[in-house]
C-alpha cells in the first residue's frame, strides 16, 4: 500500500528554518518524483518544488533561493529544506507522488497519483 507522512512543520519566525520530511511506504522511492505542495486557508493549493527520478529539481519564483528538495534513497525519505522563512509561507504542506520514472518534473497536481497527509508550518512573530 502506498503511503507518504509528511513531518516537521511548526511554528517559526520569519527569517527561521524548518526542514519537512516525507517518508515513503510501499513503492520506490528512488525511481518516483515526488513534489511539495503548499495551501494556506483561503487560497488554492500550489506546487512549490519537485524532484525527478533522476534527481532534476524545480522550485516555483515565490520558493526559488529559499528551499531546497532532496531525496535519500537508503531512507525512502525526501526533504524539503525551508530557509528565510516568510509569513507568506504560512501554509499546509504536503508531498505527493508520481511512481512512474521521469527524467523532468513539473508541480501540477494533476501529475501525482499518491498524497500525504500535509504537516502545518506557521511562519510568525
Known amino acids: 500500500q502506498v503511503q507518504l507522512v509528511e513531518s516537521g512543520g511548526g511554528l517559526v519566525q520569519p527569517g527561521g528554518s524548518l526542514r519537512l520530511s516525507c517518508a515513503a511506504y510501499g513503492f520506490t522511492l528512488g525511481y518516483s518524483v515526488i513534489g511539495w505542495f503548499r495551501q494556506a486557508p483561503g487560497k488554492e493549493r500550489e506546487g512549490v518544488s519537485c524532484?525527478?527520478?533522476?534527481?532534476?529539481?524545480y522550485y516555483a519564483d515565490s520558493v526559488k533561493g529559499r528551499f531546497t528538495i532532496s531525496r535519500d534513497n537508503a531512507n525512502a525519505t525526501v526533504y524539503l529544506q525551508m530557509n528565510s522563512l516568510k509569513p507568506e509561507d504560512t501554509a499546509v504542506y504536503y508531498c505527493?507522488?508520481?511512481?512512474?520514472?521521469?527524467?523532468?518534473?513539473?508541480?501540477?497536481?494533476?501529475?501525482?497519483?499518491?498524497w500525504g497527509q500535509g504537516t502545518q508550518v506557521t511562519v510568525s512573530s
Open positions: 524532484i525527478s527520478s533522476s534527481d532534476g529539481t
Open positions: 505527493a507522488a508520481s511512481t512512474p520514472f521521469a527524467h523532468v518534473c513539473f508541480i501540477s497536481s494533476y501529475e501525482y497519483d499518491y
